[in-house]
């Protein structure tokens, strides 16, 4: 955990030279309860020039300039962003984002779902992954931009969400997962109907199913649900603002 001032953020450890990968924390910020104080979600409730004080605030303390972000809707559609059409992209409907530019940040928002940021050669991207989006194959559909674009990924963070103590699921839940990133190996079964996901085995699952090593995936200890320092939509009964996690290569 990193501190300047009273504002906090997590920095991954792992990255690759030139790639840069922090995560806010609650703190620090001018928002009131229920969000306070480091709100960086526009759509929560929470007042909107409020968030973007957050916003100014934190990109300016850990020069991560223009943050591009989406309205994130839980499918698995990625965008190819540009610093010709960040503007235009900016909170489009879309859980991904996908760039070969320097300088740019790309940023998902969270509060339990699980941001996870990939870095091939050239290229980068940032995932929104709640269970629907992992499962309805968003980190493959990144795997196929990396190769569209002649890059090989060489490292995926998965970042703060929620842990595999805190999320309970349904078996309705549990008997929509596709077989291809092996479910069964990221569940605990509590009683007939309950189970506990593992949300980043999952997703390591995943990245692993597209051809990455583990020995490539930094996975954050940080979770939203049993870290006071983070917002967990869980736990707070979705009344709560988020976190945004940031992906960037510099020059
Ligand atoms: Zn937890």
């Not at 969000?35 to 020039?49: E, P, R």
């Not at 779902?113 to 929104?128: D, N, Q, R, T, Y």
């Not at 980190?139 to 196929?144: E, Q, S, T, V, W």
């Not at 309705?172 to 190996?185: G, M, R, S, W």
Request: glycine share 6%; aromatic share 8%; with cysteine.
């Amino acid at each position: 955990m990193m501190k300047q001032g009273n504002l906090m953020y997590i920095q991954a450890k792992n990255t690759p030279k030139n790639i840069s990968i922090k995560t806010s924390t609650r703190n620090g910020g001018f928002s009131t309860a229920p969000y306070d104080s480091l709100n960086m979600g526009y759509f929560t409730g929470d007042d909107v020039t409020t968030v973007i004080k957050n916003y100014y605030l934190y990109e300016n303390i850990t020069n991560t300039h223009k943050i591009v972000t989406l309205n994130q809707v839980h499918g698995n559609d990625i965008i190819e962003v540009n610093h010709n059409n960040a503007a235009e992209v900016l909170f489009s409907k879309a859980d991904g984002l996908f760039t070969d530019e320097y300088n740019l940040p790309l940023g998902v928002i969270t509060a339990d779902c699980l941001p996870v940021m990939i870095a091939g050669e050239k290229c980068i991207s940032s995932l929104h992954c709640g269970w629907r989006s992992l499962n309805g194959g968003i980190i493959d559909n990144a795997f196929k931009l990396f190769q569209k674009h002649n890059d090989k990924v060489i490292y995926a963070y998965i970042g703060a969400g929620i842990c595999n103590k805190c999320y309970e699921v349904k078996d309705d839940l549990i008997n929509q997962l596709v077989e291809k990133y092996k479910p069964a190996e990221c569940l605990t079964k509590k009683d007939d109907e309950h189970y506990l996901l593992d949300m980043k085995k999952l997703a390591t699952n995943a990245l692993m199913f597209n051809g990455l090593h583990i020995d490539n995936i930094e996975v954050s200890s940080h979770s939203s649900c049993c870290n006071k320092e983070l917002y967990s939509y869980r736990l707070e009964n979705g009344k709560t603002g988020r976190m945004v996690t940031t992906i960037v290569k510099n020059k």
